[in-house]
């Protein structure tokens, strides 16, 4: 299939932009690298009256240090500048790690981390990033910006808190010491949306776990911090016991949905092994010992 009829416009400045989506509302959609939103137009899943084509926005495609250890992102950063940036692998490894999972290169090389984000696809790695990292994300629009924890930025499969008026210009990502990480997913495929997902990392301190975040993805109608099961962490050195009741409090409550990719039980049973594998492989990295 093929889109809907639509208009086009692509402003060269954020005020431009804003004031589009200002006048037009509902009925605007914004482009950024274009990677979900194309398929969605093709398949006429959104019939948007005009697109706001925000390609030329340059100022939105940064990465810089932040005071405290952390980075802030332009929205308009590619995947491919996420995966590859020795600034990004320098302050969270665990990004690239993760970023090597997206799609194929093509898609990395031309979607973004604003356009990732707003589009809320409960399997994609980079909200399940945001949630990892406790990522802030702005949002601004000719009221004003507006920051938005992760924890609340995404409603459901698909669905931000974004008003229509808002366009995402930039992700604030904290610092946070740590020297253990790791990320693997579960696909049929290279390249297809994951099964069920998990990011760790830890701070370990001799041999003792004195911070601790995990994140699911693929498991829920949104991306997933597993709070229960890092306070479990918390204080331990990781051995048998101590991983089995981290898994148990992190999976045992999921509620997967049905669909044609996998059942509930089945994703349980994926995000329980693959998070085994990932909190080995950040034990290891941190201690250099084999949990």
């Known amino acids: 299939m093929k889109p809907a009829p639509f208009d086009y416009c692509c402003p060269d400045s954020v005020e431009e932009a804003l004031g589009i989506l200002t006048e037009r ?10 990677q979900s939103l194309t398929p969605m137009l093709n398949f006429r899943v959104v019939r948007p009256e005009i697109i706001v084509d925000i390609s030329r926005l340059i100022e939105l495609d940064y990465v810089c240090d932040r005071g405290d250890g952390g980075l802030t992102v332009g929205a308009l950063t590619r995947h491919r500048v996420m995966e590859t940036s020795p600034q990004v692998a320098r302050v969270f490894p665990v990004i ?3 970023m090597k999972y997206v799609a194929h ?7 973004t981390i604003g356009g990732s984000l707003s ?45 229509d008026d ?41 041999r003792e776990i004195v911070d601790v975040r995990i994140a699911m993805m693929g498991v829920g ?8 099961a890092e306070a479990s962490l918390l204080g331990r050195s990781l051995d048998e016991k101590t991983m089995g009741v981290a898994i148990d409090a992190a999976c045992d ?12 039980a089945f994703r349980r049973h994926l995000a329980r092994a693959v998070m085994e594998r990932v909190m080995r492989k950040a034990w290891k990295r941190a201690t250099g010992e084999t949990a």
């Open 25 to 34: 509302g509902s009925d605007a959609k914004v482009m950024a690298g274009g």
């Open 119 to 163: 589009h809320a696809d409960p399997a994609a790695e980079l909200p399940m990033l945001s949630r990892l990292l406790d990522a802030t994300i702005v949002a601004q629009s000719v009221r004003g910006e507006r920051v938005i924890a992760s924890e609340d930025f995404f409603l459901a499969p698909l669905t931000s808190c974004l008003e």
């Open 96 to 98: 690239p790690e993760t």
């Open 253 to 264: 409550s999921l509620e997967p949905r049905q669909d044609l990719q996998a059942s509930p």
């Open 105 to 111: 290169l093509a898609i990395r090389n031309r979607g």
């Open 221 to 228: 109608d949104t991306p997933l911090r597993r709070h229960e």
């Open 166 to 206: 808002e366009l995402v210009v930039r992700v604030e990502l904290p610092g946070m010491a740590h020297n253990g990480w790791a990320f693997e997913e579960f696909s049929r495929r290279a390249g297809d949306f994951a099964l069920a997902a998990v990011g760790v990392m830890f701070d370990v301190r001799e």
